[in-house]
């Protein structure tokens, strides 16, 4: 079992199946040594958004279901990098960036609490290599009513 697995199997998660892309772009994409991840939103091990990660932080998404949708968010940005280069433990050497998009009510301006659910589980699971650049911006609405969601940059092997 390797590091990766290991790490998330003590936080209790495990990565779900890369998601297929809702509209016409491409998952990832790698140049060289780069791995560019696109927006991923919150879906569940289920491949589905639970209602309580639909709608805007500050209004129907409580702060603590932000953080855990962002926490998903992170799963999903993981699933899309082990599908780009196969296995996380040897495959990539640093996240570079993540960019997240608060879904947030006018006047919502905690936003970093809550992408800090997606930077937390990076480090957790990828330990330093997970450490990274990081912006947080609110925004009006998002892909199926997603309360976050997350895109990313690696550098990989």
Not at 9 to 29: E, M, Q, R
Request: proline share 5%; glycine share 12%; hydrophobic share 50%.
């Amino acid at each position: 079992m390797s590091t990766v697995t290991e790490r998330l199997a003590a936080l209790g998660l495990a990565l779900p199946k890369a998601a297929a892309p809702v509209a016409n772009y491409v998952p990832f994409t790698r140049t060289g040594s780069i791995v560019i991840v696109s927006g991923q939103i919150c879906f569940g091990p289920d491949g589905r958004i639970a209602d309580a990660h639909k709608g805007k932080l500050g209004a129907e998404v409580s702060p603590e279901d932000g953080l855990e949708a962002a926490r998903l968010c992170a799963l999903n940005v993981l699933a899309q990098v082990e599908a780009a280069v196969g296995d996380l433990d040897h495959g990539v050497v640093q996240c570079l960036r993540l960019g997240g998009f608060i879904n947030a009510a006018p006047g919502f301006h905690a936003l970093a609490p809550i992408m800090n659910g997606a930077s937390d589980l990076m480090v957790a699971v990828l330990g330093d290599r997970g450490r990274h650049a990081r912006s947080t911006v609110g925004v009006a609405g998002l892909p199926l009513d997603a309360a976050v969601e997350v895109e990313a940059m690696f550098e990989v092997k």
